[in-house]
């Protein structure tokens, strides 16, 4: 189902709610503009051109609550734009557009409970992308900055305090001090080792050469001091900008990204909490919500009893 197919199917069910159902201008607009948010939603966030209305899970729609609950909106809000869709995808059922309702089942949190923002392997490319073409000093620092940010799931204060001895190009492993002055080793991967050497090589000795006592931390800013916490988040919200997200961009959201790839590649709960530093696994926890459908469809494809 094309784009233009979906708005098609829209406009059926608007027609619906207008003629049989006789809802008046005002719910017809709420409906038309959560439908809306939704498909464009889609339209941003699908790896494919095409929103395929059939394919949509409940794990897309927990995503897309997350959004809704990171922008602000209200639980009211929120519960009214899940109540629109729920109605909707009724209606492709009932006239066959569709075989499931992804929102049937669907449990909103409760006032006060965050669900993790992460970004879909686009946006993340999209960043990617416009660092990769910036071959100055600060290109190849800020290369490196997304690529340790994501590979290694590491918090922005210790990302800053990283310094030159924690990170070991040859094995791919870099030391990180967290909460408490506990050290946890952790693994990064080619990219970012390939990031390393070209920003140790080419990038950090020009930065560093601004100070007449360089530091040892690994990130320098363009005087050739350590770069604070606010600086990585700045850079970040620049390249956010630049790279076309409409999300704010925060490191916290390359952490929350790691935790759940893992997850999703089915690494276990102990080894991300592991990584990521937890003292308690019931914070790691947190991330378990974004990644029941895998779970679900692993289950389905390997437990022979789990179908017919």
Do not use: C, W
Not at 177 to 204: H, Q, S
Not at 278 to 287: C, E, G, M, V
Request: charged letters at 25%.
């Amino acid at each position: 189902m094309t784009v233009s197919e979906a708005e098609n199917e829209k406009q059926l069910f608007l027609d619906y709610l207008r003629i049989e159902r006789q809802y008046s201008d005002d719910t017809q607009k709420a409906y038309q503009g959560d439908i809306s948010e939704f498909l464009t939603f889609l339209s941003r966030t699908q790896s494919t051109k095409e929103i395929v209305l059939a394919d949509i899970t409940s794990f897309d729609v927990r995503v897309f609550l997350s959004e809704l609950y990171e922008k602000g909106d209200e639980s009211r809000t929120i519960a009214r734009k899940v109540s629109s869709l729920r109605s909707f995808y009724r209606f492709l059922v009932n006239n066959e557009l569709v075989n499931d309702n992804p929102f049937v089942g669907i449990i909103l949190k409760k006032p006060g409970q965050h669900l993790p923002r992460y970004f879909y392997q686009k946006e993340l490319n999209s960043m990617f992308d416009v660092v990769a073409k910036d071959k100055s000093a600060l290109g190849l620092r800020n290369q490196l900055l997304l690529e340790m940010l994501y590979g290694t799931g590491a918090r922005v204060s210790e990302i800053a305090n990283m310094t030159l001895q924690n990170v070991d190009s040859k094995a791919r492993v870099a030391t990180i001090t967290g909460k408490g002055n506990k050290t946890r080793i952790v693994p990064f991967g080619r990219y970012a080792a390939d990031a390393l050497a070209t920003y140790l090589e080419a990038g950090r000795p020009v930065l560093a050469s601004k100070q007449d006592e360089p530091s040892n931390k690994l990130f320098l800013n363009q005087r050739g001091a350590p770069v604070t916490t606010a600086g990585i988040e700045y850079i970040l919200k620049q390249i956010g900008k630049k790279a076309g997200l409409t999300q704010e961009v925060t490191a916290h959201m390359f952490r929350h990204t790691f935790a759940t790839d893992l997850l999703n590649n089915q690494a276990d709960l102990r080894t991300v909490q592991q990584l990521l530093g937890h003292s308690s696994l019931s914070t790691t926890q947190i991330y378990t919500h974004v990644t029941t459908e895998n779970l679900q469809k692993s289950y389905r494809n390997f437990f022979p009893r789990a179908s017919d």
